[in-house]
């Protein structure tokens, strides 16, 4: 064999090694293959395998992903419609569904992301601006329209996307909202003048409270003492009842006995351990101390 005939052998084996190479596609189970013939898709695949194409230049083979999608967007300054100005940070979950618009549309992810981008943030900013900021921001379930807003963008954005793009947009939401640096501080000073203007309705209120409680313990003290004087002079003019009637009784059994003792007391107080009492022998007071007259019944 001459060497011209081995050259071609060598160039037509290297021919069918290279049209071998490039005329099967392998394709992964979360890939989309577009085949482009002179860069024109002709044919899509979509299910896993091995599949067979045109070789390279005539047909070329485009993956393209297959799985969800999350696109993190920048924050954003967006108005509401009460002129508000905030800051959302929104993220997108996606997908590619048509894989032919996809390419003819984008050709590329990045550009695809690009926008995806746009196209949210326009659909979240005419939403944010058709809402008054107090039914994006409250705490009050029923006041709060945050998740029916972006159940609105979201259906917007895939309609749009799957339109334009071949994307299937299955959530927008936000991930955090924010107030504008540039309000930052007549915010800040608002909010300050707020609490203020509470702290003081709270004190009034507190010192009113307080008043009040100090007054009706004031009225309770006095009628406990009104009461506790009262029941007081009650026992006390039962006793003395008591006492006299007890001082009767005891006069009119022993009355003589009787004598006898009030007239030691009135000599107890009159006289003290260094009084000296020279008394004759028939005084009553001789006689009462040296021999007290008490019958038998006062001495039993």
């Not at 996606?94 to 746009?118: C, G, H, K, Y």
């Not at 009113?208 to 006095?222: F, G, L, P, S």
Request: proline share 3%; hydrophobic share 40%; glycine share 4%.
């Amino acid at each position: 064999m001459s060497l011209k005939a081995k050259i071609w052998w060598l160039a037509g084996g290297l021919l069918s090694v290279y049209i071998a190479a490039t005329c099967f596609v392998t394709v992964k189970e979360h890939e989309y293959a577009v085949i482009t013939q002179f860069g024109r898709p002709v044919k899509t695949i979509t299910e896993a395998g091995l599949a067979v194409k045109l070789p390279n230049p005539v047909q070329a083979v485009t993956p393209l992903e297959k799985r969800v999608q999350m696109l993190r967007l920048e924050p954003s300054e967006y108005s509401t419609r009460d002129r508000r100005n905030i800051v959302v940070d929104n993220y997108v979950v996606w997908r590619i569904v048509d894989p032919v618009a996809f390419m003819t549309s984008t050709r590329t992810t990045e550009i695809a992301q690009q926008r995806l981008n746009t196209i949210t943030n326009s659909q979240v900013g005419a939403m944010l601006a058709s809402y008054p900021l107090e039914s994006i921001l409250n705490v009050d379930s029923e006041q709060n329209h945050l998740d029916e807003l972006f159940q609105q963008v979201s259906e917007r954005v895939d309609k749009v996307s799957r339109q334009e793009l071949g994307i299937e947009v299955l959530a927008v939401r936000a991930v955090k909202f924010g107030y504008s640096p540039r309000n930052l501080k007549a915010i800040y000073d608002r909010m300050s003048s707020e609490w203020e203007r509470l702290s003081k309705q709270y004190r009034a209120q507190g010192h009113e409270e307080a008043e009040k409680i100090r007054a009706r313990t004031e009225q309770e003290i006095a009628g406990l003492k009104s009461t506790a004087y009262r029941d007081s002079q009650i026992i006390k003019g039962n006793s003395e009842a008591r006492a006299a009637e007890l001082y009767s009784q005891a006069f009119e059994s022993h009355q003589e006995f009787f004598e006898f003792v009030r007239t030691m007391e009135a000599y107890k107080a009159v006289l003290d351990n260094n009084s000296r009492l020279i008394l004759p022998s028939d005084s009553d007071l001789f006689e009462q101390l040296v021999n007290p007259k008490l019958d038998a019944k006062d001495e039993s």
